[in-house]
C-alpha cells in the first residue's frame, strides 16, 4: 500500500505535512512549496513509494477545505 502524505495550510499561514491518518504534523513549514518538497522527500524514502496531496485552500481564513492540487 501507498503512503499518503498531505500538505494542508494551517492557522496563521503555515503549512503541515502529516501521514495520512496521523495524528500529527511530521513538519511545519513556513511556505507551501516547501512544505510540497518535504512531502516528496519523506514518500521517496518509503519502499514501495509515496503519493503527496496538496490541498488547496480557497476563501477560508485556515484549514485544508478545497481542492486536491496533485498526487506525485
Do not use: P, W
Amino acid at each position: 500500500m501507498v503512503t499518503r502524505y498531505h500538505v494542508t495550510r494551517r492557522g496563521k499561514g503555515s503549512y503541515a505535512v502529516k501521514k495520512e491518518n496521523g495524528k500529527k504534523a511530521s513538519r511545519v513549514c513556513s511556505t507551501q512549496n516547501e512544505a510540497k518538497q518535504s512531502a516528496t522527500h519523506f514518500a521517496n524514502r518509503k519502499k514501495d513509494g509515496g503519493c503527496v496531496l496538496v490541498h488547496r485552500a480557497r476563501n477560508t481564513d485556515y484549514g485544508f477545505k478545497g481542492q486536491i492540487k496533485s498526487c506525485s
